[in-house]
């Protein structure tokens, strides 16, 4: 499921969706597409939720709608559905945004963040260490300053390329079971395959016990072509 892609989607963030389709049906599965917009019919089953980023006036029309499916959401994560929320969703899936006029969104406190509005933007390349996906890079441009409440992990630690979470302590994004918030567009995950592989493998295991992509040659190769253009671009960011 896509979340408010009307909204909800800058600094292509779509590519996010596109690169989960892709690789889906690289490894032989047949995915089908929700793009929630607010009012839209829920999806009565959902495998993997992408959001976006988006302005602050963005985020201000769809935050009622949020909060009306805050509960799906909520179960979802708690039941261990991948999710993957950039910037402008990152911030509502924590416990406020106060933006820089001054005017408080409340966030669905799905991760233990919150966020302030800081006069200057953070704008440019972002690269950060993981743990768990190692080197993911990107692009950062927000204005929002989140920090961890005590206890929450961050996605990854920023050493010079970047601001990250907030510019203060080197933390970028947080990750909570199978939900990761984070501030890379770029879009992330045609950059960072192994971000994607996350998703997809978590969300497969989670439906049928046990991840089992094709052999057919012809995906196998177009994958290993994709996954090149990635390490290329991936080089490029690093260098
Ligand atoms: N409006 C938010 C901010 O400026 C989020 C921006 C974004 O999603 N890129 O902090």
Request: with cysteine; hydrophobic share 35%; proline share 3%.
């Amino acid at each position: 499921m896509s979340l408010y892609p009307r909204d909800m989607n800058i600094y292509g963030d779509w590519g996010n969706v596109l690169t989960v389709l892709r690789r889906l049906r690289l490894y032989g599965y047949e995915p089908r597409l929700h793009a929630y917009n607010q009012g839209d019919v829920w999806p009565a089953h959902v495998d993997v939720v992408l959001g976006g980023g988006g302005q602050d006036n963005g985020q201000k029309r769809i935050t009622d709608d949020l909060f009306a499916h805050a509960d799906d959401l909520r179960s979802l994560a708690e039941d261990g559905t991948p999710m993957l929320m950039i910037c402008g969703l990152y911030q509502l899936f924590g416990e406020y945004f106060q933006t820089s006029d001054g005017s408080r969104l409340g966030g669905i406190g799905i991760l233990g963040v919150y966020t302030e509005g800081h006069k200057k933007r953070m704008i440019g390349n972002l690269v950060e260490h993981t743990r768990d996906f190692g080197d993911v890079i990107g692009y950062e441009n927000h204005s929002g300053q989140t920090f961890l409440r005590d206890g929450t992990t961050c996605l990854g630690r920023v050493d010079h390329d970047g601001t990250g979470n907030n510019g203060e302590d080197r933390t970028e994004g947080a990750r909570k079971g199978n939900v990761i918030g984070t501030y890379m567009h770029g879009s992330v995950l045609p950059k960072n395959p192994r971000l994607a592989d996350f998703l997809i493998r978590t969300a497969a295991e989670r439906r049928y016990g046990v991840f089992t992509p094709s052999d057919d040659p012809a995906l196998v190769a177009s994958l290993r072509k994709v996954d090149g253009m990635a390490d290329k671009a991936r080089r490029v960011a690093q260098t």
